[in-house]
């Protein structure tokens, strides 16, 4: 979906607000996430524009701070531990069958919008090893065969 004159005019809103302060590239930056959800290439070259910074600079941060996203993110966030507990446990295992069932490669985002499938180090859960995580929920002591399950129940949440 392309980004509509409604968001570029609240970004200028942003960026009038931080353009004089020393460092404004990430309030700026944070004000783009929360207004397009993401900060995709043609945000950043529009925020290095407007802050007379080069795209380098803007991609530099953007890519740097896990907070920022270049691509949309889905509905639900799934994310799987990858963390020493979690991966002798065999959480490796269960973030190949969610990549099967989800049909997306680590970091990307189902076509139709719903879920991005994400590896994250520790969760803090190792206890539960192997863990993953749908948004706010906690998934504990996982094994492939559980994965299509569960997905399912999101699927089925329309």
């Known amino acids: 979906m392309p980004n509509t004159k409604e968001q570029y005019d609240a970004l200028d809103r942003v960026i009038e607000e931080h353009i004089q302060e020393p460092?404004?590239?990430m309030p700026v930056l944070q004000g783009a996430q929360e207004i397009f959800g993401c900060?995709?290439?043609d945000v950043q070259k529009y925020?290095?524009?407007a802050l007379h910074t080069t795209?380098?600079?803007v991609y530099g941060v953007a890519t740097f701070y896990s907070q920022f996203s270049l691509q949309p993110k889905g509905e639900?966030?799934?994310s799987v531990c990858l963390g020493t507990a979690c991966y002798v446990k065999g959480s490796q295992k269960v973030l190949d069958k969610l990549s099967e069932v989800l049909n997306v490669e680590v970091g990307?985002?189902?076509a139709d919008g719903r879920f991005t499938l994400q590896a994250t180090r520790c969760l803090g859960a190792c206890g539960l090893a192997p863990v993953m995580t749908i948004n706010d929920e906690v998934y504990g002591?996982?094994?492939p065969?559980?994965?299509p399950a569960i997905i399912d129940k999101y699927r089925k949440e329309a």
């Open 145 to 147: 065969d559980q994965i």
């Open 23 to 25: 460092g404004a590239l």
């Open 39 to 41: 900060v995709p290439i």
């Open 47 to 49: 925020i290095a524009q």
């Open 108 to 110: 990307q985002t189902t």
């Open 55 to 57: 795209l380098s600079d």
């Open 76 to 78: 639900y966030l799934v």
């Open 141 to 143: 002591r996982l094994t």
